[in-house]
């Protein structure tokens, strides 16, 4: 059984930091890109980052571009997403996906997903 179960959000002032992680279960992990998107109260489920299973290359929405580092440990079986900077309009839902194919940025190439991580910033 596949599972992904993010954690390290919370409650943080603008202009902080937080390090979401999440841990990978049921797969081979290393043979996978992994993302990161996030969901805000009202809107779209959006693309934030992700990586290819190397880690060689990282993607960026251009919001995050900057801020955002994502990274993993493939001995860990897990992917991160350390978030400096912090904005009011990073608030959201952060979810990682396993990527199944296609385009790193498009949700439909991602086919399993965690429960995601709930990020506060407040100005």
């Known amino acids: 059984q596949v599972q992904l179960v993010e954690s390290g959000g919370g409650l943080v002032q603008a202009g902080g930091s937080l390090r979401l992680s999440c841990a990978a279960s049921?797969?081979?992990?290393?043979?996978?890109?992994m993302g990161w998107f996030r969901q805000a109260p009202g809107k779209e489920r959006e693309f934030v980052a992700s990586?290819?299973?190397?880690?060689?290359?990282?993607y960026y929405a251009e919001s995050v571009q900057g801020r955002f580092t994502i990274s993993r440990d493939n001995a860990k079986n897990t992917v991160y997403l350390q978030m400096n900077s912090l904005k009011p309009e990073d608030t959201a839902v952060y979810y990682c996906?396993?990527?199944?194919?296609?385009?790193?940025?498009?949700?439909?190439?991602?086919?399993?997903w965690g429960r995601g991580t709930q990020v506060a910033v407040s100005s």
């Open positions: 990586i290819t299973w190397s880690g060689r290359r990282t």
């Open positions: 996906a396993f990527h199944k194919q296609g385009d790193y940025m498009a949700r439909a190439s991602y086919d399993y």
């Open positions: 049921g797969r081979t992990f290393g043979n996978y890109a």
